[in-house]
């Protein structure tokens, strides 16, 4: 694994773009993986070690309907790369859950982690289900059901989950319960994103969308653009995107679109996210929103503005829209926005894209502050939180642009680069147990 060969000769490349099946996230995330550890002429062993997940477990989950009948859920927890630390990522309820989705979302976690440089590892989990169709009862007994069964891998030192597409507070805290009743003590430490009242952070629910404001913020800078009037189009309307939409909002930002699962909302001359946020509160979708023009998810990624952040799921910017988007910065808000295949399009057309692996790692940094309070039994407020993760993500952002340039290459080719070169340096210091 030690050995060190050629850049010519040091990756074995399976052919690309012809057989890239674009939707599958695993490919896409592999992809650019390849690439980089070709840029980073990173030894085969490690290649080949890092390409391949730790742990993937499929358990089945069953549980009780209100109506009394027993149902049956899939569920699946991969623990990608544990090498810099304990594996750390979300769990989603979601309808389209599959295990190379996960795997996907599991890499980007270890990816991401090394970026902003946590000694954090890397996973991700998720329930096939519709949450939308689920009683609040129903849910907590899937959930703390889904906990039990992958209970072996969970805990402070060795797997932390994290709220993700469609989980939330309530639910961190089931999680920590159910796992803490078996343990027979309490342990705040093995999931963030919890309540506050219960170990939570100060800070760590606006903490994704925060994350998203100041890489814009700091993109921006480095274009010389203006950041007041800038205009914004964001793409999903859940924690990262309404949040992420009201910091960018209160920087002097113009946020002229927004969109959820029932369409699009826009108003030339900037909405009032306040408003907006409080629309969705009462009659939870944007579809009635009366202050504003309608348009489709579709058209509204196309719009005329200056930042687009994707902030809601993968594969929304593929080959097909990419060359259509006016966008001069795309901010990764969501995991996976854009395909490998949209990639070139958007490097062709000098969009400059902040990628998700170093866009949303505002939410990860902040469970790791949770994690440290955690531990520690100390709790920070909420400026110490939110100075801490403003650091953080400068320095990252200054680090990430920092290979790209030196390397001529695009954002995200250069976040991955940085934390394949961290991952990969831990490797080799502990070298191989075999
Ligand atoms: N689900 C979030 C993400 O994709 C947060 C993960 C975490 O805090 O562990 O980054």
């Given at each position: 694994m030690t050995t060190v060969t050629p850049p010519s000769q040091a990756i074995i490349r399976p052919e690309k773009d012809t057989f890239l099946?674009?939707?599958n996230p695993f490919e896409s995330m592999m992809s650019r993986f390849d690439y980089a550890a070709q840029r980073l002429s990173l030894d085969p062993g490690l290649y080949k070690v890092l390409r391949s997940p730790e742990k993937q477990i499929i358990v089945s989950v069953p549980f009780l309907r209100d109506s009394g009948e027993v149902d049956v859920y899939t569920g699946y927890r991969v623990l990608y790369n544990t090498s810099r630390g304990p594996a750390k990522g979300g769990i989603r309820f979601d309808l389209n859950v599959t295990l190379d989705e996960v795997k996907a979302l599991a890499a980007w976690m270890t990816w991401k982690c090394a970026v902003v440089n946590i000694p954090f590892g890397g996973s991700k989990g998720g329930v096939v289900c519709d949450p939308a169709s689920l009683s609040n009862a129903e849910l907590e007994r899937i959930t703390r059901r889904y906990t039990s069964a992958i209970i072996e891998t969970l805990g402070p030192d060795s797997d932390v989950p994290a709220p993700d597409v469609n989980t939330n507070e309530r639910m961190m805290a089931w999680i920590m319960d159910t796992y803490s009743m078996h343990k027979r003590h309490t342990v705040t430490a093995v999931v963030t994103g919890k309540p506050v009242e219960m170990g939570g952070s100060l800070g760590r629910r606006e903490a994704t969308g925060r994350g998203c404001m100041i890489v814009t913020r700091e993109a921006l800078r480095r274009l010389r653009m203006?950041?007041?009037?800038?205009r914004v189009v964001v793409q999903g309307f859940g924690n990262v995107g309404s949040i992420g939409a009201q910091l960018m909002e209160e920087q002097g930002m113009s946020v002229v679109a927004v969109s959820d699962k029932s369409g699009a909302v826009y108003n030339p001359k900037g909405l009032r996210i306040r408003e907006v946020i409080q629309h969705v509160r009462q009659h939870r979708f944007l579809s009635e929103y009366k202050e504003a023009e309608h348009l489709t998810n579709e058209q509204m990624l196309t719009l005329d503005c200056d930042v687009l952040v994707p902030a809601a799921m993968e594969n929304v910017i593929t080959s097909h829209n990419a060359g259509q988007i006016k966008a001069r910065i795309i901010c990764e808000g969501a995991n996976g926005p854009t395909t490998a295949g949209a990639d070139k399009i958007l490097d062709q057309n000098g969009v400059f894209v902040i990628p998700d692996i170093l866009a949303n790692a505002g939410g990860v940094t902040v469970s790791y502050f949770e994690w440290v309070q955690d531990r520690g039994g100390y709790f920070w407020d909420e400026d110490t939180v939110n100075q801490r993760l403003e650091r953080i993500m400068v320095q990252s952002f200054e680090e990430v642009a920092g290979m790209a340039g030196r390397h001529g290459i695009n954002l995200r080719i250069g976040a991955y680069m940085q934390a394949i070169e961290r991952v990969a340096a831990v490797h080799r210091l502990r070298g191989m147990y075999a």
């Open positions: 099946e674009e939707e203006p950041v007041e009037g800038t």
